[in-house]
């Protein structure tokens, strides 16, 4: 009942500003996304590069299509690689009782979905890292003036680098640092890529958690010194609770750094994930090849804008405990 | 093959089968000591470059030969040639698709110092030289003609007087190829200077490979050759097919020659490993190059089976391009102009005139060229280019595999030169006429007009 006055009740009561609203919210957007596509379809095929003309809507939809259809045939593959083993396994086992029957795993490309999963393990991985140095960093960074001053200059100076200049210093460090033997847990360039998003994401992180920190009441502050209060109280009591709008805000900022910076390093270190996919289809230079990069540009800026969502949510949810 | 040579993996084997049946008795099934060597590892990642002569390993892998001999082959294309190289060497990847002068080159020292050798030789021809449509036509009204077309092999003197001319007024002339040590550096820089133009020696101090040149080389990762002529950052390029006939669809330059008409039959990528990968997986290396003596003969059987590779290579994961463009000279054609096609069944060759084995012959062209512009820079006997052929070229393990093949029933006695030294014998087919004769590689690099004589230094 409360569910049903809330979805009907504003229109009941107010018809007009909800109908305002609605057209704010779906109709104006809707619009400006159909007027986009339009003038996409309509300048596309007059753009002429030398892999013939650039892809419209439609010839993107169709890629989106073939990659799906390449994922199935890809997974049907891996099937068929499973069988084949398990035939050329029992037939060695016939041949000869004593051997030990081989179950290797599956050797195949990656698919357009396999690169989208293997690109978001990434960022979050690099994300964690980057709010798990960043934040402690910046709530002393926040509390101290000696800290503060003395990471300023080194916060100021890395925060405006690119991940192409970081990318081959990392490159270089991971291989020569993470030496495996066997199986390592984790694949170089998996580190590689990680490290970059997390060397570059730190930053806003660190930054809106030391003015969060800074901004709390400072006769909050003082309370809490009065009372002669741990540190540990003191952070989790008081500075946290109203620093946090900042440090979420910064959160969500460095995601989205991360996720555009991670695209970067893939293409450019060759690295697994949608920025590989990216290069790769650029070097092909195949009819389909430009398609193909545009059903990449709008996965990487959907899945951009759902993680800016998610942060968002989790801001919402933590803030209103 | 049999099973003195390998114990080592016969006696992991042994002790897998025992930890299988849960014994301790030495109880082996009579059949397994005979059976073929185990393979050391098995399972392996090769690289490659996105060029239609990598087509030995994408055959191999897609026909399942790699899983008849009991690998697991995972393969990995490679930004380019110089990572494709370190990769190699730091063991990321097991084994690659390499130019024939890469192993050379690593093991003599150019550029990145590494003991690589090679087992196999994965093709013959494939490259082409391909100008912008400026230079074409500048270059055309130079040209011979033949009954109304272009009369090929276009030399590259008419080259030489569009490049003088922009000299005159001032112009740079600069060209792509795709690495140092590539077949392209010297199969362009044979064109060339057989058409009177300097390229340019390399010398300890510069080895950017430009001093006293007529023609500015650069490097350039092959699948980006058609983009960066684009671009104008070079003039025109040396490069492996898909990207020559990329040119003619894309309609930004025209190919003028094939190396198949600069050199008859010259070998091009081998198959390379590191000394050590070699040295540790004896049996492996053997299983990999009898996999890919099956993808080539399997390749060079049918027209049907070309078209068959074609379509795998123009998968995104392999090579990419369209069909039509890999198809053009695969299937035994070549555009050269744009409409101006012309049969060309040799241009890709991958088992006919025994195209795959190793031949020493091979190895020294590669490394009088290498002497005649500057990258070894100091004169060099003609033993040394005996033992430097020996040390990276390993027929052994190449017959050792063809007569595994011949003992299945998958390959006949006459499909492998078998009698042969390593030594092709004097051969012409050059398209300045002169005659190589790998065995004296010193009166070789006396006959040249431009290029480093034996005793020169620069």
Redesign the interface.
Known sequence: MELVQRMFGAPLRDPRAWARSMGMAIVVPLLALLLFVGLWAGVAPRIET??GAFPGPAQVLEQTQVLWQ?HLAERANRDAFYQ??DA?NKEKLA??????P?H?VY?G?PTFLDQIVTSLITVFTGFLLATVVAVPLGILAGSSRIVQAAINPIVQIFRPVSPLAWLPIVTLIV?AVYVTTGTPMFQ?SFLISAITVTLCSLWTTLINTAIGVTSVDKDLVNVGKVLQLPLSTRVRKIILPSALPYIFTGMRLSLGVGWMVLIAAEMLA?NPGLGKFVW??F?????D?LS?IMVAVFTIGLIGFALDRLMQLLQNAVEHK | MSDIHTPLPRRRFIA???A??GSTAIG??A??AT?AAQPEK??LKFGFI?LTDCAPLVVAYEK?YF?DE?L???LE???NWK?LLDRVI?G?LDGAHMLAGQPLGATIGFGTKADIVTAFSMDLNGNGITVSNAVWNEMKPLLPMEGGKVKHPIHADALKKVVDKWKSQGKPFKMGMVFPVSTHNYELRYWLAAGGLHPGYYTSSDISGTRNADVLLSVTPP??M??TM?AGTINGYCVGEPWNQ?AVF???GVPVITDLEIWKNNPEKVFGVTRSWADRNPNTHVAVVKALIRACMWLDASMANRVEAVKML?K??Y????EE?IGNSMTGSFEYEKGDKRPLPDFNVFFRYFATYPFYSDAIWYLTQMRRWGQITESKPDSWYMETAKKVYLPAVYMQAAKALVAEGKAKDADFPAKTDGFKGPQDGFIDGIVYDGRKPNDYLNKFKIGLKPKDAV
Not at chain 1, 95 to 100: A, C, F, I, L, T
């Open positions: 030398s892999l390449g084949r083993q050329r041949e000869d009782p004593s051997y030990q081989r290797f050797n490309k291989s170089k060759q790769d289809e070097q092909n230079g195949s009819s090849s193909r | 897998g089968a025992t299988l049946v082996l099934p059949g397994a059976k098995e399972s996105k399942h899983e009991g697991n082959v995972t294309a490679q930004a990572v730091d990321q699948p980006q058609p983009s684009e990329q894309k309609g930004i123009s995104p994961a090579v990419g391009a369209d463009v």
